[in-house]
């Protein structure tokens, strides 16, 4: 069964570094999403991104999130300065658009610890 | 806004017994309903899904129907096993391609 691949699945960096997280989607998906969860709390909605550009973001998601989908196989979400705030479980995930026949397919995660 | 809001957790059942995690949710027009299930240490999975009213979803044993008159959709399952330990996140979603809102998670812990 085809999969969403994300890497690291563990990543600690130092308060005020930039991240980059990335995710490999499934193939013929065409609509792309970042969530995050913060240890114990509950999933949330950061970005998604169609036809190579946003089309829906959160308040969460502000001017230090940014994502970009570079080379047409790889979607990744960037953190330019990283709080401590940020330490939490991103998930990407990827749909073909038929939400209501196939719903949403989610990767593993990275696990992002903020010292 | 849309939201979601699922039963405190954790639950914690005895092998066999049965399962409720009770799920409502507030939204415009006709969102489709998703369970999706987080074992430890993995991402998150589609249990099931219902995209209309009356709509049934299942898989695995677990059962959901989608209820407009009380804008809700409960998970059950009639005999809980061991492995079904894991937090389960009732979302939906308004649109086509749209993102989803989750509710916050309801964990459950099944002991032999």
């Known amino acids: 069964e085809p999969e969403v691949t994300q890497t690291p699945s563990h990543q600690v960096t130092q308060m005020g570094q930039e991240v980059i997280l990335r995710c490999v989607p499934i193939?013929?998906?065409?609509?792309f999403y970042w969530y995050r969860q913060i240890l114990g709390q509950k999933v949330e909605f950061l970005v998604s991104?169609?036809?190579?550009?946003?089309?829906?973001k959160s308040e969460i998601f502000d001017d230090q999130f940014s994502v970009e989908r570079p080379d047409g196989s790889n979607f990744t979400l960037k953190i330019r300065s990283t709080k401590l705030e940020d330490s939490a479980m991103y998930f990407c995930?990827?749909?073909?658009?038929?939400?209501?026949?196939?719903?949403?397919?989610f990767g593993s995660g990275t696990r992002l610890t903020v010292v | 806004g849309n939201s979601v809001t699922q039963m405190e957790g954790p639950v914690t059942l005895s092998e066999e017994a049965f399962l409720t995690i009770n799920c409502t949710y507030t939204?415009?027009?006709?969102?489709?309903l998703f369970w999706y299930v987080q074992y430890p240490g993995e991402g998150l999975q589609l249990l099931l899904k219902?995209?209309?009213?009356?709509d049934k979803g299942s898989n695995k044993g677990f059962e959901a129907t989608y209820r407009k008159e009380t804008t809700s959709f409960h998970l059950e399952k009639g005999s809980v096993q061991v492995s079904d330990s894991a937090v389960y996140f009732c979302?939906?979603?308004?649109?086509?391609?749209?993102?989803?809102?989750f509710g916050q998670g309801t964990e459950l812990s099944v002991k032999p």
């Open positions: 991104f169609y036809n190579n550009e946003i089309s829906e």
């Open positions: 193939s013929n998906h065409l609509y």
């Open positions: 979302a939906l979603s308004d649109r086509e391609g749209g993102k989803l809102i």
């Open positions: 219902a995209t209309k009213a009356d």
């Open positions: 995930a990827s749909s073909e658009g038929r939400t209501r026949s196939y719903g949403y397919t």
């Open positions: 939204a415009t027009g006709y969102p489709s």
